[in-house]
């Protein structure tokens, strides 16, 4: 314990004492931490004050889960551990949901809670909860300040281990004593240098092995159908400019996952994304990088991929590359390990001419495909469908050049048909549900984008059942701090939109009840902007959206665009409907 004797005195006379509070917002600045995510209340007010008074801008939500959220995709876009600071007890249960999502997405996040008096757990102190075994399946790494001469060093770990390696959550736990515990001020200066400016805290990455380098290299050149598809961990690593060799200098065809989209251009002429089926169907060895081989991409299995394919798996965690038994593992980073693949074939780079007919087929197909689309989304359907809407965004979009906006995507058929309809030029620009298929992400993602990328505008395109999981959070992100977000919800009524129930599910006491799926019809999400001062529109027509949009994004300021679809309109689950 570091409590002041006040017959004794360190440092008589000058030494002031900075307690738990100041020393952990302290130490965060020290760090370099820019900004924090979350919701204050005993026992960590103080903390974030003392957090904003050191320079670290704090986002204050409404609900830990939404800026759990926000501090994950922070993590994301920016490559530094994104921060969520909750309350004891019920606070760290809310921000589990960022936690979790961190974990599934491989984001670098910490979340730190305030918690109980250390000398009162067990006793049913106030918002008590054992937050350390809570947080447990959802971190890599966690701790708990016991001591304040502890804080130092356990600010340093938890922002160390949550970028190390492959990325994740971590925890750290600050006890209510703890924070109210003091030292002298020569004391916290003397821990911060030992813990922060002192130490070496380079991050050690893994050495890449030149032998899985050389192999992947000789599979890439011996293939007749090869494909390269990466993923959201590629875009982490921020590869964009090695992948872009790669596929030039080989000519091979490339299939991004929906958050690898952007880090070539969706309009690039390798693009295999309107020919995916083919691609993955056909291909014999295919190089993955930064992207795992879960649902997303079908394990990597037949009937969707040939049983004969080759994989190469390009990953920075060694138990990705354990687990899939890829062809040939290249444990590290994806940027240093496509640079040193891009050296390896330097002097012979095998190249696919664009008449080879494996690179023809695909593009033929996408060619194909997209006229077919093309054809569909040209129709002005009124009401709305989901393609009339999605091609006006798009295109709204597109005109706005360099720097391409974020888009923020969440919801059923919102989010696939905006997958394969709005275009993606920049790396980093999507974000969407995600490795988890997490439906409440996009306010909290749309703060996130905004702080992370200053310069660009953030547009969401939302269901309006994902939208309401944090519909709060517009006074928040839109109005009280006057962030660049226009969010556009399609609004079909409900989830999946209309009741679409079999007659055999209408029935029992409750028949009457709207259906679980269904919300209130018509609901004016716009009128919920205008009740904190921001811009709210209501529109049904192409002409009414297209001005909103117009309106908006040169406004570059909060607004909710509420956007009238067919209850009727897309199908149930989307393409999930399987499983439903
Ligand atoms: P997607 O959803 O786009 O398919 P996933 O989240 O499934 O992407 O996969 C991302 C993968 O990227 C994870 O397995 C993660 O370990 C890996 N990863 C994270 N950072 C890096 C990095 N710097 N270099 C290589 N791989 C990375
Ligand atoms: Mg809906």
Known sequence: ???????????????????????????????????????????????????????????????????????????????????????????????????????????????????????DAGRGDFQELDQLEAVKPFSKFSVRAKDIKDIPNCVVQVLDWAVSGRPGGCYLDLPTDVLHQTLTESEAEELLASAIDGADRKLIGTEIARSEIERAAELLKKAERPLIVFGKGAAYARAETELKKLVERTGIPFLPTPMGKGLLPDTHELAASAARSLAIGKCDVALVVGARLNWLLHFGEPPKWSKDVKFILVDVSKDEIELRKPHVGVVGDAKRALELLNVQIKDDPFCFARNHPWVEGISKKAKDNVSRMEAQLAKDVVPFNFLTPMRIIRDAISGMGSPAPIVVSEGANT??????????????????????????????????????????????????????????????????????????????????????????????????????????????????????????????????????????????????????????????????????
């Open 1 to 119: 314990m570091a409590e002041q004797n006040p017959l004794n005195p360190p440092n008589p006379g000058h030494d002031s004492l900075v307690d738990g509070n100041v020393l952990a917002a302290k130490s965060f600045a020290r760090c370099g931490v820019k900004h924090m995510f979350g919701v204050v209340g005993i026992p960590v007010t103080s903390f974030a004050n003392r957090a904003v008074s050191f320079g670290v801008r704090f986002f204050a939500f409404h609900n830990e889960q939404s800026a759990g959220y926000a501090a994950s995709a922070y993590g994301y876009l920016t490559g530094r551990p994104g921060l969520l600071l909750t309350v004891s007890g019920p606070g760290c249960v809310h921000g589990l949901a960022g936690l979790s999502n961190a974990m599934a997405n491989t984001w670098p996040m910490v979340m730190i809670s305030g918690s109980c008096d250390q000398s």
């Open 415 to 580: 989010m696939d048909v905006g997958r394969s309809v709005l275009v993606q030029s920049e790396p980093r620009t999507r974000l969407d549900a995600g490795t988890w298929g997490t439906m409440g992400v996009g306010l909290g993602y749309c703060i996130a984008a905004a702080v992370a990328e200053p310069d660009r505008l953030v547009v969401a395109v939302e269901g309006d059942s994902g939208f309401g999981f944090s519909a709060m959070e517009v006074e928040q992100t839109l109005v009280r701090y006057q962030l660049p977000v226009v969010v556009i919800v399609f609004n079909n009524g409900g989830v999946y939109g209309g009741d679409r129930r079999s007659p055999d599910e209408i029935k029992g006491p409750f028949k009457d009840d709207p259906a679980p799926t269904s919300f209130v019809p018509g609901a004016a999400y716009h009128l919920l902007i205008e009740a904190f001062g921001g811009k709210g529109y209501l529109v049904g027509t192409p002409d009414e959206l297209r001005s909103a949009l117009t309106e908006s994004f040169s406004a570059r300021k909060p607004a909710v665009i509420n956007v009238t679809i067919d209850p009727f309109a897309g199908a149930e689950s989307g393409r999930m409907q399987h499983k439903n």
